[in-house]
């Protein structure tokens, strides 16, 4: 299943309140090759860093510098925080996340990632790698965001590229795998 339009910005912010949109106008790239380092060469360093699978990533622009900011899920459904320097390919910060005072919370969130995790391990999710490859060759296009949403257990990447026309295109990949289902 895949969903795809090209980014309004004046609907985006009517939906989702101009706050939201604002966030992130800045952390999009302007062309297709203002980075040295790309969305996926960087989700390969940190994968190479962490020994870990890719689950989210995004461009953010930090202190007048781009960084791409990349989840991982360890091999026990731990959440671990991979930040890497647009330009330079440099691992910044790589850390476990912890974002809860609630144990019993984090609890669900790690299964919930063991869950996500095998099925990415045994076929059933596609890669982060995989659904981003998908939409690049689709829109001719570079990624500079990707998300994971779960709508009622439909679980989708939600990606954020440019194209090669410079605009801004965001479009739903099924993570299920056509192949497995």
């Keep these: 299943m895949k969903k795809s339009n090209v980014f309004k910005p004046a609907a985006v912010a009517m939906i989702f309140g101009m706050t939201a949109f604002t966030a992130y106008a800045s952390d999009a790239p302007t062309s297709m090759?203002?980075?040295?380092?790309?969305?996926?060469?960087?989700?390969?360093?940190?994968?190479?860093?962490?020994?870990?699978?890719?689950?989210?990533?995004?461009r953010d622009v930090e202190m007048g510098q781009a960084i791409y900011e990349i989840e991982l899920i360890g091999k026990n459904g731990e959440e671990i925080h991979t930040v890497?320097?647009?330009?330079?390919?440099e691992v910044i910060l790589t850390q476990q996340r912890r974002d809860h005072?609630?144990?019993?919370?984090?609890?669900?969130?790690?299964?919930?990632?063991?869950?996500?995790?095998?099925?990415?391990?045994?076929?059933?999710?596609?890669?982060?790698e995989?659904?981003?490859?998908?939409?690049?060759?689709?829109?001719g296009g570079k990624a500079w965001s990707v998300?994971?949403?779960?709508?009622?257990?439909?679980?989708?990447y939600e990606i954020?590229?440019?194209?090669?026309?410079?605009k801004r295109v965001e479009t739903k990949i099924d993570a299920v795998n056509p192949a497995k289902s």
């Design 130 to 139: 995989t659904a981003v490859k998908q939409a690049e060759a689709e829109f």
């Design 84 to 89: 890497v320097n647009a330009t330079t390919g």
């Design 147 to 156: 998300e994971m949403d779960d709508d009622h257990n439909s679980l989708t």
């Design 33 to 58: 090759n203002q980075d040295s380092v790309s969305l996926l060469q960087a989700v390969e360093i940190a994968k190479n860093n962490t020994n870990a699978v890719p689950m989210e990533a995004e």
């Design 160 to 166: 954020e590229m440019l194209n090669a026309n410079g």
């Design 101 to 128: 005072d609630d144990d019993h919370h984090d609890d669900d969130d790690q299964v919930e990632n063991a869950l996500w995790l095998s099925g990415v391990n045994n076929g059933k999710y596609l890669s982060l």
